[in-house]
């Protein structure tokens, strides 16, 4: 089973990397959290935790071998549990954390259903059912450091841009990504509606590159 990779960042697609590990590529899937900061790797050595699973039709007797890969250990750990709770797969679980595990642990440890059913695919009746099944069981989780990915404390005017953006239709989970990297790429915004338009830019790249 491999359990770790290091190697180089070659490519960054929508849901999976391309690492070079000598002469072998390995595709690995990452959470959507990861992407972004996985595209900022790209062309440097890096190390991903992971999981191997089999993927197919057990009726046709047809597998598929996968792989995912975690920045940090306890992001695997994270969706070790994750993918425990009813109707949560595997691919449903890398899309729906969209932000940082020790983000999701700590709304899942204080009940907060209304931001875990912004996540992609979690509507409601999911985000309860979560909360019943991991709430309690996450410690380990929210005491966490989330470095080496550092997520970035929003200022007045970038929670403005937010709230814009969640008034406009977009998911919250899906917004704060956006906001994230645009003030990344843009640290001197500081104008609430220059910040939207530069997150719609992280978002129409994001969409373009699907």
């Known amino acids: ?19 070079a590990a000598g002469a072998i590529w390995y ?4 959470p959507v959290a990861d992407i972004g900061a996985c595209e900022r790797l790209r062309g440097e050595e890096v190390t991903l935790h992971t999981i191997q699973y089999l993927e197919g039709n057990p009726t046709a007797s047809h597998f598929s071998p996968r792989l995912i890969g975690f920045v940090r250990p ?17 691919k449903k679980a890398l899309r729906a954390m969209s932000l940082p595990s020790h983000q999701l ?6 009940g907060d259903v209304a931001l875990l059913a912004t996540l992609p695919e979690i509507g409601k009746k999911t985000a309860a059912q979560i909360v019943a099944d991991l709430q ?8 966490q450091d989330a470095a080496p990915l550092p997520i970035h404390e929003l200022s007045q005017a970038q929670q403005v841009a937010l709230d ?3 008034q406009w239709g977009d998911r919250r989970a899906d ?3 956006w906001v994230t990297e645009a003030i990344e790429r843009h640290p001197e915004l500081d104008d609430p509606q220059e910040i939207v338009k ?3 830019r992280v978002k129409q790249g994001a969409s373009q590159g699907a």
């Open 175 to 177: 917004a704060q990504r």
């Open 164 to 166: 814009i953006l969640v």
């Open 27 to 30: 595709e690995l899937f990452v």
């Open 74 to 90: 306890a992001d695997r750990e994270f969706f070790r549990l994750f993918v425990r709770v009813r109707g949560i797969s595997n």
């Open 105 to 110: 642990a700590a709304a899942i440890e204080r």
């Open 136 to 143: 309690g069981k996450l410690d380990l989780h929210l005491l």
């Open 198 to 200: 530069a997150a719609y």
């Open 1 to 19: 089973m491999i359990c770790r990779i290091t190697g180089r960042l070659e490519h960054v697609g929508e849901s999976t990397v391309q690492i």
